[in-house]
């Protein structure tokens, strides 16, 4: 099967030309072009609360079937779901039901799960419920692991016991992200040295930068060994805000959508951690105001980017290769001659058309 195109993202450059694909495996690149629009890897989100009218903190099996169907509809075939703070009873009730799903070809194959909280700072819990929210506990995180596939977690680096609790979750091998948090420079740096890798969508839930007092956010821009989540949809960040950041960290950084139940379902009210939520012109709030979550699916926030002059290999490698190397998904990520041709075909307004998996059309 040739597939016709201007060009695809081949190992993470540009190449020209048409693609083709055999078996479901891609065979050939660069051969000369006989259409329009562009042909990218497939998406890896890693911070999904969730998608398509479902939110995962309330989740049956069918629910979240549904939710991984539409991912992959939206051409994200990798996803790490995120359970926001709840009863530690319904965490893990959800860890079983995410981690007792088998995969299936037209949706999202699940590579872990994410839980953001309960140690998280209640001055930036954002739409995390406060009667939920905890000192760190590594017993808690223990029960976690064993209720279902938890592999991520968020902390709030200043909270009591919260070196500990990284120190001993990171040697467990848990991945530990920084976030909602309040911590100045001292305090962040302590959390990434005791093994804190990642942080979770920075400058949100956060302290404010400051030229004087930087915070969490400047504790990340200034190291090279803290990788970055950003949500590039602007509406948590403006858009020279996400750009500023790409430029000053682009090796690090990795876009996710912080989606909301309500991504890929319009506006209207839904429910988020046991929030109800409203969205209006694609902008989910809590009756305050404060904002739950996003709407944009993550291949617009790539389609964003480009349109502030970013180049679209290097755009979706941050949706795609970035997370997949960062999370240790080998093969993902990526096209390669001689690897499954995962791919999303878009056209010349980067918009999707068909999305494919090895060579297979997921349904639409």
């Known amino acids: 099967m040739r597939i016709s195109t201007r060009g695809a993202v081949i190992g993470g450059a540009w190449v020209r030309g048409d693609i083709e694909v055999e078996e479901g495996i891609l065979t050939r690149v660069g051969l000369p072009s006989t259409g329009r ?17 479902v939110d995962f903190n309330a989740a049956g099996e069918d629910e979240a079937r549904a939710a991984l169907r539409a991912l992959a509809r939206d051409g994200v075939l990798h996803v790490q779901p995120t359970l926001i703070t709840d009863s530690e009873e319904n965490i893990a009730h959800r860890l079983g039901v995410l981690g007792g799903l088998e995969p299936r ?18 001055a930036h819990r954002g739409v995390h419920r406060p009667e939920y929210l905890r000192d760190p506990d590594f017993e808690i995180v223990r029960r976690m692991l064993a209720a279902g596939p938890l592999r991520t977690i968020t902390v709030a680096p200043e909270l009591p016991g919260a070196r500990e609790l990284i ?20 305090t962040a740096n302590a959390g990434f040295n005791a093994g804190a890798s990642a942080v979770t969508h920075l400058f949100n839930g956060m302290i404010a930068f400051g030229h004087r007092s930087p915070g969490i956010a400047g ?34 950084i990795m876009l996710v959508t912080d989606a909301s139940s309500a991504a890929g379902a319009g ?15 694609g902008v989910p709030r809590l009756p305050d105001g404060t904002l739950a979550g996003s709407t944009v699916t993550l291949f617009e926030q790539v389609a964003k980017l480009v349109e502030r002059g970013w ?19 080998g093969g993902v990520g990526e096209l390669q001659i001689g690897r499954p041709a995962n791919l999303i075909i878009a056209d010349d307004e980067l918009r999707i058309t068909r999305v494919l998996r090895a060579g297979i059309e997921v349904a639409a």
Not at 107 to 117: F, T, W
Not at 240 to 252: C, D, G, K, M, P
């Open 267 to 281: 506006d209207g009210t839904f429910t988020v951690g046991g929030f109800q939520i409203t969205v209006t012109e």
């Open 311 to 329: 180049a679209l290999d290097r755009a979706v490698n941050l949706a795609s290769r970035a997370p997949a190397r960062f999370y240790g998904l």
């Open 105 to 122: 070809a037209d949706e999202a194959r699940i590579v872990g799960v994410h839980a953001e909280g309960p140690f998280l700072s209640p």
């Open 37 to 53: 629009g562009s042909v990218v890897p497939t998406l890896v989100d890693l911070q999904v609360n969730g998608y398509g009218g």
């Open 219 to 252: 504790a990340t821009l200034a190291r090279e060994d803290i990788a970055i989540q950003l949500i590039a949809d602007d509406i948590h960040l403006s858009p020279e805000t996400s750009i500023f950041a790409v430029r000053a960290a682009e090796h690090r």
């Open 167 to 186: 120190e001993r979750a990171a040697a467990a091998g848990v991945i530990v992200q920084a976030g909602h948090s309040g911590a100045d420079v001292d």
